[in-house]
């Protein structure tokens, strides 16, 4: 990344040059237009033949148009294939007459002040106004609807309301939390505000002194994200701030000063690709609507880099690469993706749309496997940012099925067990992870579980909103698939942030143990455990096992001297008229799947909110106890679990009728030609074999080719004896959790 810093400067000196002469933009008020060619270079200065408005809108319409993301003079060209691809035109009139109902253009900046109706404007409109996202609505409403003049009026009286504002000091601070400058909402605005006047420079109603008043604004508000992040803040919010920085550095480089911009700009990007893209390509806050809104952040910069010719340091390309990589990796078999934390693009969706974020990643690498995801557009709001060329490349998109089998994210804690890529196939992601920086977008689901079959998130999680009155239940446990003690949830010290958006955060959280990880052709395995109890005196452990081609095993288990009451919440509609140990959820294409307890458990109660629903299965009054819990999909009422069958038979898998002869408390087995699962087992015998553990523990153990296969599938290191009928030659290893001891049984 260092590289990347020597390149930007020397590319900085190269484009502006070194000036002395020229005056220093101020960061606090709104340049004259008049006084506009004081703070250009000196090489530009002397470009321009006639000093004035008109000489100086011309020049920069000519500029834009060879800097931009495409030539504005294309605009007719492409927006009657932007209404047939995106069909919104209606959904941008619903926006823009929405917000042309609520705000004068004229409108006020600092709170308390009201809508046009009388009602208040409360923080979390203000910080959408701030945004000035709807200001596109309007824009394109404009040339959607009889291309009224007053639209084109209303955007150009806006801007200015806030350039009065600033010179007034009457506009919110970011010390409150929802600061109109603050870099987040002041590097959106920058981003709309240049994609509306790119559209505008067209149109005669948008005179030469309406399009310096915007550049004079524009270059106010890169001064003022300059000045203010002069040094690294973790997040999102300096991120999107410093990538609008770096798009005005680049378009506006004819003003002294601006080399400067670009570099802190880039300077500060590269921190955060370092800093908050993990090692494992995951962006640091466990979010797919982060790590989409992250690649965004990027791209603007390194689309518009590259079409001016500005190299970029091909580790800065990698680490953009690799994060359409990761959305790869964690996508659903139907191509979509779990939700993980504060995904928040369609509250309660129960899946991630990343054919968006997946199409631009195909349209900057041309990669199959990200083509495999994309569709025929990018999110509608990226494609004003995409070149002609590129738009055109959206016609013919190469597809390749990826290959990625189970994989984790070590450093972001997510672990995913998939068994392959067909539409219904299985795959099941578990979260194990806290972030060491920032917890804020982070739910209470350590450990929990979400799963996809038969193209069904059956065991789902859902999307969530800040400004929704229940935000705060639907990041915590009782929406989520984990383990709970009494009446604890992980979630705890909720506080909201002072801004009044109504975002806001778990100030404890638990902490995770990753025990042990490991695929192999039989099964996949993840055990881990957390502190969330231990304010309760309980400890706490959950295993996951995906039986290849099969179904899954969890098992919870809760360690006390006191008694409590433990319990697993499950996500979705089930029913239970075969009581708590086996639980159903069904799909209208008949498939669904079963939820069976394979030790007994007291009771079952099924509670939503929102259209959602949960059912919390429970054992009471237990100092220790596991849940072994099998998770199996179905397609077809005739592949069902057989609720009335004495014997369980799962997929093959016979439990409690093993060969073996078991000993232990709680016992538990499921038997198939190739090999046996234990669990709460001490000592296992055949005719010719023993094998024993002092304490309990869970195996699988499998005799093949003249072999013994015993793999620890358990959360504690155990030392296992194996003995043949001539004790003397009984062997002794000691096993971590996930280790496979292979023996030879001919020399037993």
Same mark, same amino acid.
């Given at each position: 990344?260092?590289?990347?810093v ?16 020229a005056?220093?933009i101020?960061?606090?008020s ?8 004081d ?22 319409r ?17 927006l ?7 069909? %919104? ?7 823009a ?18 809508y046009?109706? =009388?009602?208040p ?6 910080? *959408?106004?701030?945004?000035? *996202? ?19 009026q209303y ?12 010179h ?27 994609w ?24 106010? *508000? ?19 701030g ?19 911009w ?34 965004? %952040? ?6 518009l ?5 500005? #190299?970029?340091d ?9 994060l ?21 693009d369609?509250p ?7 054919? =968006? ?52 994210? #070590? ?24 972030d ?63 801004? =009044?958006?109504?975002?806001?955060? $778990?100030?404890n ?30 400890e ?34 089930y ?16 498939? =669904? ?33 596991? $849940? ?37 408390g ?10 046996? $699962? ?7 015998k ?33 030392t ?29």
């Amino acid at each position: 990344m260092r590289r990347l810093v020597i390149l930007v400067m020397f590319f900085a000196i190269a484009f502006f040059g070194v000036e002395s002469t020229a005056q220093t933009i101020p960061e606090n008020s709104v340049i004259p237009i008049e006084n506009l060619t004081d703070y250009l270079s000196k090489s530009v200065r002397k470009e321009l033949k006639e000093p004035g408005s008109k000489s100086l809108a011309k020049y920069f319409r000519e500029k834009f148009s060879e800097r931009f993301f495409y030539d504005y003079q294309t605009f007719y060209d492409r927006l009657p294939h932007y209404n047939s691809l995106y069909e %919104n035109s209606e959904e941008h009139q619903i926006r823009a007459l929405d917000h042309l109902r609520k705000y004068a253009d004229s409108t006020q900046w600092l709170l308390p002040f009201n809508y046009l109706n =009388g009602e208040p404007v409360n923080a979390y409109a203000l910080r *959408h106004l701030a945004r000035q *996202h709807k200001m596109v609505d309007i824009a394109l409403h404009y040339f959607n609807g009889d291309k009224n003049p007053k639209h084109i009026q209303y955007f150009e009286n806006q801007m200015r309301s806030l350039n009065a504002a600033l010179h007034a000091d009457a506009y919110e601070k970011i010390e409150d939390g929802n600061g109109v400058f603050e870099a987040f909402r002041s590097g959106y605005r920058i981003l709309n505000w240049l994609w509306i006047h790119n559209m505008f420079l067209n149109e005669a109603e948008y005179s030469d002194e309406d399009q310096l008043v915007t550049l004079a604004t524009l270059l106010q *508000h890169g001064q003022h994200l300059y000045e203010r992040n002069g040094q690294f803040r973790s997040g999102n919010h300096q991120t999107r701030g410093v990538s609008a920085l770096a798009m005005l550095a680049i378009l506006l480089r004819d003003f002294a000063g601006t080399d400067l911009w670009l570099e802190r700009a880039m300077r500060r990007l590269s921190e955060h690709l370092d800093k908050e893209i993990n090692a494992d390509g995951f962006q640091f806050e466990r979010s797919v609507h982060y790590h989409m809104s992250d690649i965004n %952040n990027y791209f603007y910069v390194y689309q518009l880099a590259k079409l001016n010719s500005i #190299e970029v340091d091909k580790a800065w390309e990698e680490k953009l690469k690799g994060l359409f990589t990761t959305l790869v990796k964690v996508a659903y078999p139907d191509r979509s993706a779990p939700v993980l934390q504060d995904d928040t693009d369609i509250p309660w969706a129960e899946t991630n749309d990343i054919s =968006g974020a997946m199409t631009l990643g195909y349209l900057l690498f041309e990669d199959p496997a990200f083509g495999y995801f994309a569709s025929d557009k990018v999110d509608d709001r990226v494609y004003w940012f995409l070149s002609n060329d590129q738009v055109k490349l959206l016609e013919n998109n190469k597809q390749r099925q990826p290959t990625y089998g189970s994989l984790s994210f #070590e450093d972001t804690g997510y672990f995913i067990m998939r068994e392959g890529w067909d539409s219904d196939d299985k795959m099941m992601i578990i979260s194990a992870g806290l972030d060491d920086k920032k917890t804020d977008h982070q739910h209470g689901d350590m450990l929990g579980i979400q799963a996809m079959a038969n193209g069904h998130a059956i065991l789902p999680n859902y999307q969530v909103r800040y400004s929704l009155k229940d935000f705060d239940q639907f990041k915590n446990s009782m929406v989520k698939n984990v383990a709970l003690v009494d009446h604890e949830l992980q979630g705890k010290e909720w506080t909201s942030n002072q801004g =009044g958006s109504g975002f806001g955060k $778990f100030r404890n959280l638990p902490n995770p143990e990753v025990i042990t990880w490991e695929v192999n052709d039989d099964f996949d395995l993840f055990a881990g455990r957390h502190n969330g109890f231990e304010n309760v005196g309980v400890e706490y452990t959950r295993q996951v096992i995906f039986v290849k081609n099969g179904f899954w095993m969890v098992k919870d288990g809760f360690k006390s001297a006191d008694a409590h009451d433990y319990k697993q919440v499950w996500q979705g509609h089930y029913t239970d008229e075969n009581g708590p140990n086996l639980l159903r959820a069904t799909t209208p294409d008949a498939s =669904g799947h079963d939820i069976l307890q394979l030790i007994q458990t007291d009771s079952v109660y099924s509670a939503g909110a929102r259209g959602k629903h949960w059912s919390v299965v429970s054992k009471s009054d237990q100092a220790d106890f596991s $849940f072994l819990t099998i998770i199996y999909p179905f397609r077809g009422y005739e592949n069902r679990l057989d609720e009335a069958a004495e014997e369980k038979i799962i997929q093959g898998w016979a439990v409690n009728q093993s060969e073996w002869e078991i000993a232990g408390g709680n016992t538990v087995s499921l038997s198939a030609d190739n090999g046996t $699962f234990v669990f709460n087992v001490k000592e296992l015998k055949s005719q010719n074999l023993t094998i024993q553990s002092p304490e309990e523990t869970d195996l699988f153990i499998k005799i093949q080719d003249k072999q013994l296969f015993i793999h620890s599938i358990g959360t504690q290191q155990q030392t296992l004896t194996v003995m043949p009928k001539d004790v003397s030659r009984r062997t002794t290893k000691t096993l971590k959790p996930g280790e496979l001891w292979v023996l030879d049984i001919h020399t037993q």
